[in-house]
């Protein structure tokens, strides 16, 4: 990659400690009024890197390497970094407590109005928010395993006290965020012949007559969804599986609201007892921003690292299978449609048409993360050689590695972005809605994500080709060299001037493209079967000819020969090791011992010769 994850992020973070600590103390907000997604961006940009990717841990204080102790230094020392981690920590949980004791959750000032003239009401501000949901839970556990390692290196009692209230109100947040996300889980089964039905045949069929042979194939891949729905035994309410079960022809589509749904039921579980459940606002129908936002959030509650450290309570494990299966429905839904048909894909014909009729390359970009996350459990190479083409047609019509020309609408994609209406939220006030420009993270995120599981190597370079562009396009946005986002005038110059202060939502995202991008530098390199079978052809060669010599080679233990004999043995051992994963490094030492092993024997016969 020509993305230089780790000098990215030092950068970032030398920016962000002099804009946070300019005074000396952790300072909220930025471009935006704090709320509680815009204030866990803010904590992200430092925990996210420091718990994901080796080499920027901070937390024990002996082992923070140097070049990050010195872009940190507005901070502090080694000793007081963690510390002011720990400090931002409570803050936050007490800025998002209500007077209960009850976890909150609001969109605040990321809440916009649909019409441009009104303004969202105070009790509108206080809408819970999927968005909320999801990344509390990125955060909680970023934090609590960050709190658990710093802990271990604590000998003063009221400190190891404090942590642990830090960790008590941490888990609080998690379970209500948990039991958030299981109430804004909807299905929405679709009435016949309405417009929500049309769309998304007109999507399967791809041009196809939408007949009696399409429909039931649509019914049969969507089969094995429709069979795991009655599982979903709480939640969702009761009229759900009466329709379902009633009317098996019903098309239907599942995944997350924008918040807790209209006519979700309470979580009736021991883990969920005592949790504020308030009413839903949402409409029963997802919407795919918040449905990816769901399912990165919940990547991190099932991730690897969340199981090694423990970082569950007993409670929530029950939360968690839960969810699990949503995670599982949502995908296979989802990827089911993207890739339905032996014909052009529904994922191939950018852009994607939400069942609400609203349409963008955004949402072409959300479908193909999540057939990426599907591809995960074990990819498919006829899937990722097909979708590869749909990134790099995004990256094209997205401007992320073309020039805008003059009122090119495609600019509209980054300023002001995609705008989603936010139905169910006018029974107050104004239509309110979401805005996202955030495109080439997405992009860049997407590409890295099915980099990640490909096993061509030449997909791998299209994608990471375009995940480096996106990279760069975002680079260009910093409002300075090695600064913070948003300045979308750097690269459309056409665009007004953003405000200096910082947006953490983008900043936010660009660290989450470091790090996706340290993870698949962290891998190992794509394996090419003939190289495999090469490395593999010369090893044996060697081995056989090591042997040859081992036969006439006097065994004396200090000879030179019987030194040099040792050492092909061990360069074989580590080539034979590396074969499958670095197929061309086992090569190059098989390769030096062969020719180590032929200057031996060529010696020999040349000594022959003389004598």
């Not at 989802?334 to 955004?362: L, N």
């Not at 020039?403 to 939220?425: F, I, K, N, W, Y």
């Not at 953490?504 to 470091?514: A, L, P, Q, Y």
């Amino acid at each position: 990659m020509r993305t230089n994850p780790r000098q990215h992020i030092l950068d970032t973070w030398r920016a962000f400690a002099r804009a946070t600590f300019s005074s000396g103390e952790w300072a909220w907000g930025g471009r935006y009024t704090s709320n509680s997604i815009s204030d866990a961006e803010q904590i992200l940009i430092l925990l996210y890197p420091a718990t994901e990717v080796p080499g920027f841990r901070l937390d024990r204080p002996d082992a923070i390497e140097d070049d990050v102790l010195a872009v940190l230094r507005p901070m502090g020392s080694g000793l007081d970094i963690p510390m002011r981690m720990l400090e931002a920590l409570e803050q936050y949980l007490t800025r998002y407590t209500d007077d209960d004791g009850a976890p909150t959750f609001t969109g605040g000032s990321y809440l916009l109005t649909e019409d441009s003239d009104s303004e969202v009401k105070p009790e509108q501000s206080e809408y819970d928010v999927t968005e909320s949901y999801s990344i509390s839970v990125t955060l909680c556990l970023s934090a609590k395993g960050f709190l658990r390692e710093f802990q271990r290196t604590v000998e003063r009692r009221e400190l190891q006290s404090r942590i642990d209230t830090v960790v008590l109100a941490i888990d609080t947040r998690l379970t209500a965020a948990m039991v958030g996300l299981l109430r804004s889980f909807v299905v929405n089964v679709l009435t016949p012949d309405t417009p929500a039905e049309s769309v998304l045949l007109r999507t399967v069929s791809q041009g196809r007559v939408v007949g009696r042979t399409l429909t039931q194939d649509l019914r049969g891949q969507l089969q094995p969804v429709r069979d795991k729905l009655p599982e979903l035994t709480f939640g969702l309410p009761p009229e759900n599986e009466r329709v379902l079960r009633d009317y098996p022809e019903r098309f239907f589509e599942c995944g997350w609201a924008w918040g807790v749904a209209q006519d979700a039921t309470d979580i009736e579980l021991p883990a969920a007892e005592g949790v504020k459940q308030p009413h839903g606002i949402a409409e029963s129908r997802p919407v795919l921003h918040f449905t990816v936002n769901a399912l990165d959030g919940l990547a991190d509650l099932f991730s690897t690292r969340t199981s090694r450290q423990g970082l569950l309570t007993s409670e929530q494990q029950s939360l968690r299978e839960a969810l699990n299966l949503r995670w599982g429905l949502a995908l296979q839904y989802w990827s089911t449609i993207a890739t339905f048909g032996a014909g052009r894909w529904p994922v191939e014909d950018v852009p994607w048409q939400a069942t609400d009729g609203q349409s963008s390359p955004y949402f072409s970009e959300l479908v193909l993360s999540i057939v990426a996350m599907a591809q995960q459990g074990g990819p498919s190479g006829s899937v990722i050689g097909r979708i590869v083409a749909v990134v790099e047609e995004l990256a094209q019509r997205g401007l992320v590695n073309r020039r805008a020309t003059e009122d090119d609408r495609s600019v509209l994609l980054h300023d002001p972005g995609v705008q989603m209406t936010l139905r169910g939220s006018e029974m107050e006030g104004p239509m309110l809605a979401w805005s996202y420009n955030g495109y080439a993270a997405t992009l860049a995120k997407t590409a890295l994500r099915i980099a990640s599981v490909t096993t061509s190597r030449r997909n791998r370079a299209r994608l990471i080709e375009i995940a480096d562009a996106s990279v760069e396009h975002l680079l260009n946005r910093r409002q300075q060299p090695d600064g913070l986002w948003d300045q979308l005038s750097n690269v459309y110059p056409g665009l007004p001037t953003s405000p200096a202060t910082p947006a953490w939502d983008m900043t936010e995202r660009s660290i989450e493209v470091f790090v996706a991008a340290a993870g698949l530098i962290a891998d190992p390199p794509v394996a090419d079967p003939g190289q495999v079978d090469q490395a593999n052809t010369k090893i044996a060669e060697a081995r056989h000819i090591l042997d040859q010599e081992r036969l006439t080679t006097p065994t004396a233990g200090g000879s030179q020969e019987q030194k040099l004999l040792r050492e092909a043995e061990q360069s074989l051992n580590r080539a034979e090791s590396l074969s499958s994963e670095r197929p061309a490094t086992a090569a190059a030492l098989a390769d030096k011992v062969l020719r180590e092993l032929d200057e031996l024997a060529f010696a020999r016969q040349a000594a022959s010769r003389s004598a």
